[in-house]
């Protein structure tokens, strides 16, 4: 179904509509609860026991981003503002927190440059589309499922988890994260090069579309 374009605003883009609504406050949660994760990753060393309030605050970093949609849909208070906030709080959470683990070597670094180049390629295309169509698109299931694997893949590491368990996580949630990748170039080309008319999402997605927002 066809979804009207927001009026332009400042340098092409979109007017964004209401920002305080209970789902936007979660995901400014997860932005926030960034903060501590990464500096208690930082301060921990080798040899040293789970931390029990740095995995509480990661299940809970990783619960906002489960609710945060679902809320939006059942208070009817779903925004184009967050179409912007979830996925943007999910890349800066996931992005600072692999990289703290990487520099305590709990996540190698070929994994964050990967999921960097990833993010800034895709951001650059939400850009030109945001501008080319005056609509925000939403997240695609394809991000929604790597973005899941980026948090199990986190927990493991926090949990210290066996080589062979962190290497299938990280080696699924690569798998994935490349997966999305192609998914969004291929609907990007398809919506600039008129192929498709609107932002509308994949097949199968109403089903699931409450994740979304």
């Known amino acids: 179904m066809s979804t009207?374009?927001?009026?332009?605003?400042?340098?092409?883009?979109?007017?964004?509509?209401?920002?305080?609504t209970v789902s936007n406050v979660l995901s400014l949660v997860r932005l926030v609860l960034?903060?501590?994760v990464v500096i208690m990753i930082l301060r921990r060393h080798p040899g040293d026991p789970v931390d029990p309030a740095l995995l509480l605050l990661v299940?809970?970093?990783?619960?906002?981003?489960?609710?945060?949609?679902?809320?939006?849909r059942w208070s009817?208070?779903?925004?184009?503002?967050?179409?912007?906030?979830?996925?943007?709080?999910?890349?800066?959470a996931a992005g600072f927190t692999v990289l703290a683990l990487a520099a305590t070597n709990g996540?190698?670094?070929?994994?964050?440059?990967?999921?960097v180049i990833r993010d800034v390629v895709t951001?650059?295309?939400?850009?030109?589309?945001?501008?080319?169509?005056?609509s925000i698109s939403m997240s695609r299931m394809s991000g929604k499922t790597a973005t899941a694997a980026v948090g199990v893949t986190v927990l493991a590491a926090i949990l210290v988890?066996?080589?062979?368990?962190?290497?299938?996580?990280?080696?699924?949630?690569?798998?994935?994260?490349?997966?999305?990748?192609v998914d969004y170039?291929?609907?990007?080309?398809?919506?600039?090069?008129?192929?498709?008319?609107?932002?509308?999402?994949?097949?199968?997605?109403?089903?699931?579309?409450?994740?979304?927002?």
């Open 34 to 36: 960034t903060i501590p």
């Open 76 to 92: 009817k208070t779903v925004s184009d503002w967050g179409k912007v906030l979830d996925p943007l709080a999910d890349k800066i």
């Open 185 to 213: 170039f291929i609907h990007f080309v398809s919506v600039l090069t008129g192929r498709i008319e609107t932002e509308d999402e994949p097949a199968g997605a109403e089903e699931l579309e409450e994740t979304d927002r």
């Open 123 to 134: 951001g650059l295309g939400w850009s030109v589309l945001s501008r080319r169509t005056g």
């Open 161 to 181: 988890a066996d080589p062979e368990v962190m290497n299938a996580c990280l080696w699924i949630t690569t798998t994935l994260l490349l997966y999305s990748f």
């Open 107 to 115: 996540i190698p670094w070929w994994f964050v440059l990967m999921m």
């Open 59 to 72: 299940v809970i970093a990783i619960a906002t981003d489960w609710f945060d949609g679902k809320l939006a």
């Open 4 to 20: 009207p374009a927001a009026p332009a605003g400042r340098f092409g883009f979109p007017h964004l509509g209401k920002f305080w």
